[in-house]
């Protein structure tokens, strides 16, 4: 993809993404999700991760899987209302921005 991807853009994909699964998601599959949607690496999406957790909008545990440990992430309250004003805002924004590539801006 051609357009850069800002920190918002980023946070409100990532909650998307684990707001999907009830009972959270992990690091990996999180990655993996996103990255069928937008170019990032691994290594810019673990950021974005303990951000929107130190932000209280993710909440973290752990769960044994083929004798290891795996880290899971799970959408808290604020976090769910934070993808809301996300999703409100994405909506004007994608209209504006459809309005424009369509038929221009009218003064």
Do not use: H
């Not at 409100?12 to 990255?35: F, K």
């Not at 991760?49 to 880290?71: I, K, V």
């Not at 409100?88 to 459809?98: D, G, M, T």
């Amino acid at each position: 993809m051609i357009f850069n991807t800002g920190a918002a853009l980023l946070d409100a994909v990532v909650l998307a993404v684990v707001s999907q699964e009830n009972e959270g998601t992990y690091g990996y599959r999180i990655t993996q999700d996103v990255r069928g949607v937008l170019d990032v690496s691994e290594s810019t999406l673990y950021p974005v991760l303990r951000r929107l957790q130190r932000d209280e909008c993710l909440e973290t545990y752990d769960r044994q899987y083929d004798g290891r440990n795996r880290r899971y992430y799970k959408v808290t309250e604020q976090g769910r209302a934070q993808l809301e004003l996300y999703r409100a805002e994405w909506k004007e924004y994608s209209r504006k921005i459809s309005a424009i590539f369509e038929g221009g801006v009218k003064g």
